[in-house]
Nanobody
Framework: QVQLVESGGGLVQPGGSLRLSCAAS????????MGWYRQAPGKQRELVATITRGGSPNYADAVKGRFTISRDNAKNTVYLQMNSLKPEDTAVYYCNAENWYKEPYWGQGTQVTVSS
């Protein structure tokens, strides 16, 4: 089993920045890919960014050039640096991890609100 705990959400003005963190515990050596998803009110959960264990990132078109995903395998932690935030980025952000068998794990979510 793997447990994921997110932190770093909050309220920020348009154009501002936030950094989300997600720490994995438990059988973290089984983790391959990690990533971030988000869910806005009334919408389906959508991919934001993923990163392989080797550090190769993948981004949704909506966040390319503004968000950066990174991970520290020694700390079993994945980060999401979010810059130039827009009101449409408002959502609950969920950390995701997959083990080598593609079994998914999810964090509890952290609220990000972009508003003036």
């Amino acid at each position: 089993q793997v447990q994921l705990v997110e932190s770093g959400g909050g309220l920020v003005q348009p154009g501002g920045s936030l950094r989300l963190s997600c720490a994995a515990s438990g059988n973290s050596n089984s983790i391959s890919g990690m990533g971030w998803y988000r869910q806005a009110p009334g919408k389906q959960r959508e991919l934001v960014a993923t990163i392989t264990r080797g550090g190769s990132p993948n981004y949704a078109d909506a966040v390319k050039g503004r968000f950066t995903i990174s991970r520290d395998n020694a700390k079993n932690t994945v980060y999401l640096q979010m810059n130039s935030l827009k009101p449409e980025d408002t959502a609950v952000y969920y950390c995701n991890a997959e083990n080598w068998y593609k079994e998914p794990y999810w964090g509890q979510g952290t609220q990000v609100t972009v508003s003036s």
